[in-house]
């Protein structure tokens, strides 16, 4: 298994990991050409810094004991969102090298609001072995992860958030098969399908994980809420010195220990790398991510559930104890579209992920992958 990243880096500082993984900083075969290609944390590599060419800070790795998997599989530095490529053990294709070999089937994983493609990291690390003939783009949306420090234009909304992958599935000559959204994500696949016949496959299997595509109501008592935790979060500093300080301070506004060690991930060292960090600054765009959750909740994309282009499977997913995003009007609608899209020849279906709550790949991964794995077979 190998995974392709792009080199987009927050604050322009390369990085050296992103959760297990560690890269490889590969010589570039044309201007403008750049990846780091990633190998399990047990790989023993030696470390060292290249010096800054064209404005640009590179890393470079020396393998021991281990072979350069696919070290022709180069993607092409996107100014479009910053991105992973995890492929399985079978796949032998690149977007820039040989254009005479398939394209592999690809699934496209998008997070939730705060969130970042490392989220989905393990889980499709684990698809990666379980399914070897398939790959899996896994995206910091915009203003989140290392995709903050893309300057973009217009309104920050679900529309030009999915606007965005496609531009980058575009740009890699990546035709998806399967699109899976959590939350704010789960929109964002749906708004892909709404703007775009291509390059979306058909058939394309949609989805929607623990998000319904109206209305988005609020948490009740206990639950956590996103708007309210992204107030907070624009009264701290821009920079902290401790990660436990912040975390100390949501519980006290009342959010949970498992959310507030949650967003304190999207904190990474200020002082130069490889040295003691004694700040912390935050990776998102705070004033953005507001627009796209004030997005979020208006976005109204009922009529693609309900009128489902030929060749679209709509798949939603609800977390059992998640009762607060599903109101009895959403499933009915549901379960109606799901009788008409069988008569037209859609398709939407619904599902119950068991002994989980909204942060479904986290609760329960197992459950998460047995409904999910029918899409790669």
């Not at 010589?27 to 010096?51: E, K, M």
């Not at 070999?101 to 998008?110: G, H, I, R, S």
């Not at 915009?142 to 893309?150: F, L, M, P, V």
């Not at 708007?227 to 624009?234: F, H, M, R, Y």
Request: with cysteine; glycine share 8%; net charge neutral.
């Amino acid at each position: 298994m190998v995974a392709i990243s792009n080199l987009t880096g927050c604050g322009g500082h390369a990085a050296v990991s992103f959760g297990e993984r560690r890269y490889l900083k590969l010589p570039s075969l044309t201007d403008g050409f750049n990846s780091r290609i990633s190998f399990p944390s047990t790989t023993q590599l030696a470390v060292g810094h290249v010096s800054k060419t064209d404005k640009k800070i590179g890393v470079r790795m020396a393998l021991v004991n281990e072979r350069v998997a696919q070290s022709g599989s180069l993607a092409k530095a996107s100014e479009i969102l910053a991105f992973d490529l995890v492929q399985g053990a079978l796949v032998k294709w690149s977007s820039v090298m040989d254009k005479s070999l398939p394209e592999p089937p690809t699934a496209v994983f998008l997070h939730g609001i705060l969130g970042s493609r490392k989220n989905w990291g393990t889980f499709t690390r684990r698809l990666a072995q379980e399914f070897p003939t398939w790959q899996f783009l896994l995206v910091d949306l915009r203003c989140h992860g290392d995709s903050a420090s893309i300057k973009k234009t217009g309104p920050n909304t679900v529309s030009s958030t999915a606007l965005d992958v496609l531009k980058l599935v575009r740009q890699l000559r990546i035709t998806p098969r399967v699109l899976v959204g959590h939350s704010f994500g789960g929109k964002v696949a749906l708004s892909m399908v709404e703007q775009a016949a291509k390059p979306l496959a058909r058939p394309v299997r949609v989805w929607v994980l623990d998000s319904t595509p109206g209305k988005v109501r609020p948490g009740g008592d206990g639950e956590d809420h996103p708007a309210e935790l992204i107030s907070v979060l624009n009264t701290l500093p821009k920079e902290v010195s401790s990660k436990r300080d912040v975390v100390q301070a949501l519980v006290q506004k009342g959010f949970s220990k498992d959310v507030a060690q949650w967003v304190v991930t999207n904190l990474r060292p200020s002082g130069p790398l490889g040295s003691t960090p004694s700040t912390f600054s935050w990776t998102f765009d705070l004033n953005g991510i507001s627009e796209m959750y004030q997005s979020y909740e208006e976005m109204n994309l009922w009529k693609i559930v309900e009128d489902v282009p030929g060749g679209v499977h709509v798949n939603f997913l609800k977390a059992e104890r998640s009762l607060h995003r599903w109101a009895l009007e959403d499933l009915q609608r549901i379960h109606a579209a799901e009788e008409l899209a069988v008569e037209e020849g859609g398709g939407v279906e619904m599902h119950v992920l068991e002994d989980a709550g909204h942060w479904v790949h986290a609760d329960n991964p197992d459950g998460l992958f047995r409904i999910l794995a029918s899409s790669f077979r």
